[in-house]
């Protein structure tokens, strides 16, 4: 979760990311949806804001409940998850959930793993997550997806951490006119201010939305723990120098000890090759700390265990290269009976890191000689140009998955393939 030499990022200029964004929210032009209250309405609705300030002119946007970012929906594992969902954008659209297990028709991949829903239309979307963790859900499509259309959905643990406060920090990337340059957001601001008390442990939910830019992200010296990734628990574990790599589409959930000064402050920023761009920032509050001596380290959280059977493994493999793929591969890598594991060997032939998303599963990095596996889940991986990644995962429900990999940079697909789930 660190950056690495053999894994070379994409230079990103602080300059490219800031120059004349605005400060302040980004809410004001945006129509907002009626709540409802079982299920849920969630409603995707076109928009509009002035992104680079009150001078600007306005950028079309779409949005989910007429907010920047999209709503954070919560629900328990093991309970229903139930959405009336509407499409008032003037175009098709589709609801996708990434690597969460969900039924196959809803995977939210129109032509292959779902339908879209056509414009005026709705969808009645009702699964349980068995899975606790950080998911991203928004379209499949990378242009909806990148005039905004993003939501978190938090799965709640069975037996959550003992934090204070817990945090959802969406990160959006926008080009709009008259520069073209990158501008970043979290929670629909630029670098907003938390406010935590001295003495807390905060969760931090950080998930990568933007349009295929590798996140370079640092923290100061505070005590923290990575304690899943992806969605999925893993070993708690610190993140080197304070420092940890944010692939597209990817989640990293952290705990935090505040245990500076009430005049302190936690400043989170991407690293950038001419310096460093603020994302987001932790301020004290003016009060006494919370307590005065910290909580113990903590414990991993449950479900984060997982033996994936190698032996009788279905092997397939997968390469890519610069031409954009267009359409989904006419035959499966492999089909192959639920439950059974699958090792994938992943490619990149072309000249950018990449990054391959897979949905509805989650799976291990290997070890170069099938003798071991990183010991955490992953559906969205990094990939750099000339590598070739190892990937073991259960096949889940019956239907055809998709294992997409997208440029790095703009997200453009440069492998659409997918695998067949039968029956186990």
């Known amino acids: 979760m660190t950056s690495h030499p053999d894994f070379p990022l994409p230079a990103l200029s602080r300059r490219a990311l800031l120059a004349g964004i605005a400060a302040g929210p980004l809410l004001a032009a945006l129509p907002r949806a009626a709540a409802a209250a079982d299920p849920r309405a969630l409603t995707a609705v076109p928009g509009s804001a002035r992104l680079l300030g009150p001078e600007a002119p306005a950028t079309e946007l779409f949005t989910y409940d007429g907010a920047l ?62 899975d606790a963790g950080t998911y991203l859900f928004g379209p499949f499509e990378t242009a909806q997806a990148g005039r905004g259309l993003a939501g978190v959905l938090v799965v709640e643990d069975t037996a959550p951490p003992s934090c204070d406060r817990d945090f959802v920090l969406l990160v959006q990337d926008w080009r709009v006119a008259p520069d073209q340059r990158v501008h970043l957001t979290t929670n629909g601001e630029p670098a907003p201010r938390l406010v935590a008390r001295a003495g807390e442990r905060v969760r931090l939910r950080f998930v990568n939305a933007t349009r295929g830019l ?177 990937l073991a995962f259960i096949a889940g429900a019956p239907g055809r998955w998709p294992i997409v990999a997208r440029r790095g940079g703009d997200d453009v697909p440069l492998a659409l393939a997918w695998f067949e789930a039968l029956p186990g």
């Not at 709503?71 to 990434?98: D, Y």
């Not at 992200?217 to 990734?229: E, G, K, T, V, Y």
């Open 69 to 130: 970012p999209g709503p954070v929906l919560r629900v328990k594992a093991g309970e229903e998850l139930a959405l009336a969902f509407a499409n008032k954008l003037p175009e098709p659209t589709s609801l996708c959930w990434g690597g969460l297990a969900v039924p196959n028709g809803l995977a939210g991949v129109p032509g292959l793993a779902g339908a879209a829903v056509a414009p005026g239309a709705g969808a009645d979307i009702r699964f349980t997550p068995r």
């Open 214 to 390: 590798f996140l370079p992200l640092r923290l100061d010296d505070h005590p923290s723990w990575i304690i899943a990734i992806d969605g999925r628990p893993s070993e708690p574990f610190p993140p080197s120098q304070g420092r940890l790599l944010l692939a597209p589409g990817g989640r990293v959930d952290l705990l935090v000890d505040l245990v500076r000064d009430p005049e302190a402050s936690l400043p989170i920023v991407v690293e950038t090759e001419d310096g460093d761009v603020p994302l987001a920032s932790i301020a004290y509050a003016a009060q006494p700390p919370l307590r005065a001596a910290p909580l113990p380290a903590p414990t991993p959280l449950p479900g984060g265990d997982g033996i994936v059977a190698l032996g009788q493994a279905t092997r397939v493999t997968l390469e890519f290269a610069d031409t954009p793929a267009t359409t989904f591969a006419a035959e499966p890598l492999a089909r192959v009976a639920g439950g059974r594991t699958v090792v994938a060997s992943i490619t990149n032939r072309s000249s950018l890191a990449a990054s391959i998303h897979l949905y509805g599963h989650a799976a291990r990095l290997l070890d170069a000689l099938d003798d071991g596996w990183k010991p955490w889940w992953h559906d969205s991986i990094g990939l750099a140009p000339g590598r070739t990644t190892r």
